[in-house]
Nanobody
């Protein structure tokens, strides 16, 4: 069994910052990828950033100048630092842990950017 838990969401004004955290626990393969997805109102779920257990980091072009992903491999934790937030960043942010054909999701954390 694998458990994935996100935290750190909330409401901020445009231009503000938030730091999302995700911790995965349970029977996790040492070689894995932890990813952040988001799903805004009326939108499909989209991949925002990923971090492999080998240290490879990736951030979507659309947010690359504002979002940073980091990872604590020893603790199977991943973080998403979001700066200069915009109203269009409003979404539920989901953490995902993936290896081979296995896919595990957290419940999501709401991020709302509004003045």
């Amino acid at each position: 069994q694998v458990y994935v838990k996100e935290s750190g969401g909330g409401s901020v004004q445009p231009g503000g910052s938030l730091r999302l955290s995700c911790v995965a626990s349970g029977n996790i393969l040492s070689s894995n990828t932890m990813r952040w997805f988001r799903q805004g109102p009326g939108n499909q779920r989209e991949l925002v950033a990923s971090a492999t257990s080998f240290g490879t980091l990736w951030v979507a072009d659309s947010v690359q100048d504002r979002f940073t992903i980091s990872r604590d491999g020893a603790k199977n934790s991943v973080f998403l630092q979001m700066n200069s937030l915009k109203p269009e960043d409003t979404a539920v942010y989901y953490c995902n842990v993936n290896w081979y054909a296995s896919d595990f999701w957290g419940q999501g954390t709401q991020v709302t950017v509004s003045s």
